[in-house]
């Protein structure tokens, strides 16, 4: 069953403006990453790579953005135009409905962004050795997506504004609070991902000011994936439709 | 049967806040077809959606076949529900759209209840196009063959003959007749009263979310004794059968409007054994006698009134 | 219906069946106010609407709460230049912008799709252009009340600092005897960045009657030349890249400021630009000419 639902998801998914205006967003840094190619004159390729390019530009707005707007469509949409009666009326526990739907956004945006890092670190990184920071944040960029998928995905069910609310947790608080108040970083999936890129990388942490040590951003992740995600069951499981939407 | 009654309500209210919106009603539904009436914001809809299982009641119980319909997913096996919003997934054809809703039941063959359900509400014309083409009686349709295809035992519709053209309402109209006639429990709601006249075996009457009446309606207007009937009457003299009539205890009043008499009776059965009497004795013939409140319509106002 | 049937009934007289009864309708016959009252009300009614004024309470919570925000800085100087006698200013006029620019950016991201979004959705677009007003009046009303409401927000603040200075001077007097020529810069900046930020942020916003997406786009088309400026101009730091400063409104309007206030850039996207500061000015002016454009064509093409 959840292979169905998986499937209609990515569907809607795919065939909607919003995806396409995505994946331009997701060209930019390859674009960028062409640029660098031709003009740059002394910096180091692994420093842009990592700073600027994949810490600074992908993991700060690529991945955050398209998370939100995948994820906040993946079941938000269904919500809002009524067509959840139609997940909602069958023979099949809600939890499965919640796992499709989150599978089925992190497979949207971890594609989306992950081709975008891959696709831009190729060609920044050409002649260097060792592609390891690609990879360290592919997997950063794979981990961190799902993270936030569930948590969209997680709002959209709680949440009827959930895109502006989500604009409002990505802008505001993981930009703004995180970077003034130090303790608060706990708090933010972007670090989590920074720290995980961290972990596979033998890259100096401070090249892209990874602000949380890999264990705990790793472990911060699972845990905060596995407990929104339980939310999201729970509010499923608790949801009502009522006749006007 | 197990035995149970295809749709359980008992005690069932809801409210949200302050607001109730349905007050303690209690009903049974047997195979067949019943209709749910009421003006708009009665509480129909809401009472639907508890009977779906998309909503909680806030106390008592609503059971079909004999199964708790909130939070038993399993439930859905045997129930199909069509509600009022439009929606359907516009980027999937009719075809796709049921199957879609045939797999996620999990039938051992989708393809053919597929086929099965958009033959019974004669689609299958416009089977490969996307849904999001279609007319709005079309996608009606469409989300009923999407509710059928698992041959549900019970199925609830909210408002399904809005906005219906003529011919989608003869057309709807037979197919549940035939879904009753094999053995299921039909339930639809309308503030329409032509649609509840011509179709209904049983009505509910809800007027602001209390159960006001039940039953075959034309029995329900009978067991209003306590209001009057009014009848028109036709004569040879109209003017005298008026005041022979006024003379008997049945009749509770008379009214001369040119050539119209219009007479009113607190007792239905006497009044209609008195009238040729009467008539015969005050030498008059009756040539018309037509009851002018028996319609749906003059049930339904009482009930509001009241 | 139940019609009775009387097959023989004839309406009597006239009077019996038929009537228009007199209701005391009446037609207007007083003045009407023309074009020039009507984009002025559409003007007032959408300023009021973006504060939320004669609205339910939720909408006065977005614009308050930024409004807020923005003035945060002024409030705290003027609480210490009451509580403490320091004679220095904290912070100075041209600092002030870059502290708030993204403030700035989120009130419009939070007001343009209301006032632009709700005639979107409600289709009262036909209703306007039925009109006395034309389709060029609506937009640049419109436009005018988003910059109105922009000026309210940047200048409360700057003036609120002003004051907080002048305070914290002890001499209130001399203070502005010597810093009144602040006002040109102060007034002129307030205003470059209401229009240019209020035409891009109504732009955006009158693509799609849905606020939610209006309101991400306006996000996202202040932010993102901000990252990609930044990337451009300060991580690869080429001379050829040096341009892409401006595409970047908000860092324009950065040059723009602290060049107006006679101070220096220091260590921002359009400081390592290079350019000279007036061009950072024509910039500006050159994008909320186009995006005015771009504004007007929406209106003049879009469906009503």
Request: hydrophobic share 50%; net charge neutral.
């Amino acid at each position: 069953m959840i292979p169905v639902i998986f499937g209609l998801t990515l569907r809607q998914l795919v065939r909607q403006r919003r995806t396409l205006l995505l994946v331009l967003l997701a060209v930019l840094p390859v674009l960028l990453a062409l640029l660098f190619r031709f003009t740059a004159e002394d910096v180091t390729p692994a420093r842009f790579a990592a700073n600027g390019l994949f810490a600074g530009f992908i993991v700060n707005l690529v991945l955050p953005l398209t998370a939100l707007v995948v994820g906040t469509a993946a079941l938000g949409q269904e919500i809002e135009d009524g067509t959840v009666v139609y997940l909602l009326g069958k023979p099949l526990p809600r939890w499965m409905i919640v796992i499709a739907k989150v599978a089925a956004a992190w497979l949207v945006t971890a594609a989306v962004v992950v081709s975008c890092v891959v696709a831009s670190g190729l060609i920044v990184l050409t002649g260097e050795e060792g592609y390891g920071l690609v990879l360290a944040f592919v997997v950063a960029v794979l981990a961190g997506s799902l993270t936030y998928s569930a948590l969209f995905v997680g709002l959209s069910i709680r949440f009827g504004r959930a895109l502006i609310i989500g604009l409002a947790y990505v802008f505001v608080w993981e930009a703004l609070v995180s970077l003034f108040i130090p303790g608060v970083r706990f708090l933010s999936v972007r670090a989590y991902t920074l720290g995980v890129a961290d972990a596979v990388t033998d890259a100096p942490a401070r090249i892209f000011e990874a602000s949380l040590a890999p264990g705990p951003a790793a472990l911060l992740l699972t845990v905060l994936t596995v407990l929104i995600t339980a939310y999201a069951i729970r509010r499923l499981n608790a949801y009502e439709v009522s006749e006007r939407v | 049967m197990t035995g149970h009654p295809a749709i359980e309500v008992s005690g069932v209210s809801r409210w949200y806040g302050n607001v109730v919106a349905v007050n303690d009603v209690t009903f049974a539904v047997q195979p067949g077809v019943t209709g749910l009436l009421g003006p708009n914001g009665a509480g129909k809809s809401t009472l639907l959606h508890m009977m779906a299982g998309f909503l909680r009641p806030s106390s008592g119980d609503v059971r079909i076949l004999g199964e708790s319909t909130w939070g038993r997913p399993e439930l859905y096996r045997r129930v199909g529900i069509v509600l009022e919003r439009e929606a359907v997934y516009g980027g999937l054809t009719g075809y796709e759209f049921v199957r879609v809703n045939a797999r996620l039941h999990g039938l051992d063959n989708p393809h053919e209840a597929t086929m099965r359900a958009i033959e019974l509400v004669d689609l299958g014309a416009a089977k490969d196009r996307r849904t999001g083409t279609y007319s709005k009686g079309m996608k009606q349709r469409i989300k009923i063959a999407a509710a059928l295809v698992h041959d549900p035992a019970v199925l609830l519709l909210d408002e399904p003959f809005n906005g219906a053209d003529p011919r989608q309402r003869l057309h709807l109209m037979d197919l549940l007749r035939q879904m009753a006639r094999e053995g299921r429990a039909v339930m639809f709601s309308s503030h329409i009263l032509e649609e509840m006249e011509r179709l209904g075996d049983g009505v509910l009457v809800i007027v602001a979310g209390r159960l006001a009446a039940s039953g075959d309606f034309r029995a329900i207007r009978r067991l209003m004794t306590d209001r009057p009937h009014e009848f028109l009457v036709e004569s040879t003299d109209n003017r005298v059968l008026a005041q022979a009539l006024l003379g008997d205890l049945a009749v509770s009043g008379a009214s001369l409007e040119g050539d119209r008499l219009t007479v009113r009776t607190d007792d239905f059965t006497r009044f209609t054994e008195q009238l040729p009497r009467i008539a015969q004795a005050a030498r008059v013939t009756v040539t018309g006698l037509s009851p002018l409140d028996e319609s749906l319509e003059s049930v339904f106002e009482y009930l509001v009134a009241r | 219906m139940t019609t009775p049937p009387n097959p023989q009934a004839t309406p009597p007289a006239e009077a019996a069946t038929s009537n228009i009864y007199d209701l005391g309708y009446r037609r207007y016959e007083g003045e009407r106010l023309g074009r020039r009252d009507a984009v002025l009300a559409l003007y007032r009614e959408s300023l009021r609407g973006a504060f939320g004024l004669g609205r339910s309470t939720a909408s006065k919570v977005g614009p308050a709460i930024l409004i807020g925000i923005a003035l945060v800085p002024a409030l705290v100087q003027l609480i210490i230049a009451a509580v403490i006698p320091i004679e220095a200013e904290l912070i100075r006029a041209e600092d002030y912008y870059g502290l708030i620019t993204l403030v700035l950016a989120l009130f419009c991201a939070v007001v343009a799709p209301d006032i632009v979004g709700r005639d979107q959705r409600n289709r009262s677009l036909t209703l306007y252009f039925s009109r006395a007003i034309s389709r060029t009046d609506y937009a640049l009303g419109k436009l005018a009340a988003m910059t109105t409401a922009m000026l309210a927000i940047t200048l409360a603040p700057q003036v609120l600092l002003f004051a907080g200075n002048a305070l914290g001077t002890q001499d209130f007097g001399g203070f502005v005897a010597d810093e009144w020529t602040q006002i040109f810069p102060i007034v002129f900046t307030a205003t470059i960045g209401s229009a240019l930020i209020a035409s891009i942020g109504v732009v955006v916003a009158a693509q799609t009657p849905q606020r939610a997406f209006a309101t991400v786009g306006i996000i996202v088309a202040f932010v993102l030349p901000l990252f990609i400026a930044s990337i451009l101009v300060q991580e690869i730091g080429t001379e050829v890249l040096r341009p892409a400063v401006f595409i970047s409104p908000l860092d324009l309007l950065d040059g723009t400021t602290v060049w107006l206030f006679g101070g220096t850039l220091e260590d921002s996207v359009a400081d390592q630009a290079g350019f000279h500061p007036a061009t950072y000015l024509a910039g500006c002016l050159v994008i909320t000419t186009i995006a005015v454009g771009l504004l007007l064509r929406r209106y003049a093409k879009v469906q009503a």
